[in-house]
């Protein structure tokens, strides 16, 4: 089992890449939009 910050290690490491709102975001994990909605984030 994963720690929070491990799993969250582990999507950095997928360099994932989304769009919030209309803007590009090349790192979704440690961007602050996603973290509000986000049960568990820092």
């Not at 997928?14 to 939009?33: A, K, S, T």
């Not at 509000?36 to 820092?42: D, Q, V």
Request: include cysteine; proline fraction near 7%; hydrophobic fraction near 25%.
């Amino acid at each position: 089992m994963m720690t929070g910050d491990q799993y969250r290690e582990s999507l950095r490491k997928l360099e994932l890449e989304i769009c919030c709102q209309g803007e590009r975001i090349v790192n979704p994990v440690d961007h602050p939009e996603p973290e509000r909605r986000t049960a568990g984030s820092k």
